[in-house]
């Protein structure tokens, strides 16, 4: 029986791979050698083939500068977040707990020279002294408080601390204790400088106006990434501005929670704002890598 080229032709390509039957296969044959088309048809089929070799690596190099700085970026938030956690956690473990004023705390040894030291009890981990011109005589006012906190109460032992009251050949005229809770300073040494009337040592209220500040800025940028929300590029930079209150807000919330007033202002305020700093790059990173 005669077999049509047409026929050899769809068979070629089970031929070449070998998926034919023996019988299938030698009418094939007998069909190849008396059929010069098709045999060049099978040769040409049976011949490798070159793909061309790519050698742009274009591509390639985008994919993996994207990885390296979508990488970094991780780095970064990470290394953020742990700032933040770290600031977090040794301004909780280093408050400073107030000790309100008992027998035994402070003593007072005056030298010959005039020179006045104060000894503090082993349950005093840290102290504040302030001075003002005193307003009965010629010599100075003394503030004193202490403080004790978690970190020296059980983690660093103290010590027996001592200080020179007034190294600097200042007469002093008072010395008063205040207990940083709004009451009535105690006069421990000298003579009364309010002997009609108590004397108060209120604490710092620096920190509620930049909280006050940070409120404002956050809703200002706020309602100005609401009215531009379909302008990508300026929404882009609204929301960039808007998390610096924002981030400024939460680490004082987690440095002082709610309240705004401080005896220790200067403290507070670099803690809650190397933990703001942290968590402003932390969000920023963090919103890069999710976009991308």
Known sequence: MKISCKVIEDILPLYVEEMVSEDTKKLVDEHIDSCESCRRKLNGMSLP????LDTDTTA???VKAKMRKKKIQTVIFAIMMTISIIVTLISTLTAREYIPYHEGLISFIESDDGTIIIKFSDQVAGYNISTSPSEIGEGYTYHIT??????????MKKSNKAAFLNLDGKKVDSVYYYNADRSED??????DQNPTGGMVTLPRLVLGYYLLLALFLASSSGILLYLYRKNERAKNILLKFFLLPISYITAHLLIKGFPVSSYSAM????SILINAISLYIATISAMVIIRE
């Open 49 to 52: 083939v070159n793909l061309p």
């Open 60 to 62: 390639f190099k985008r």
């Open 146 to 155: 202490t403080w004790d906190s978690i970190w020296y109460r059980n983690i």
């Open 186 to 191: 105690i006069l421990i040494y000298g003579k």
């Open 267 to 270: 403290m507070d305020f670099v």
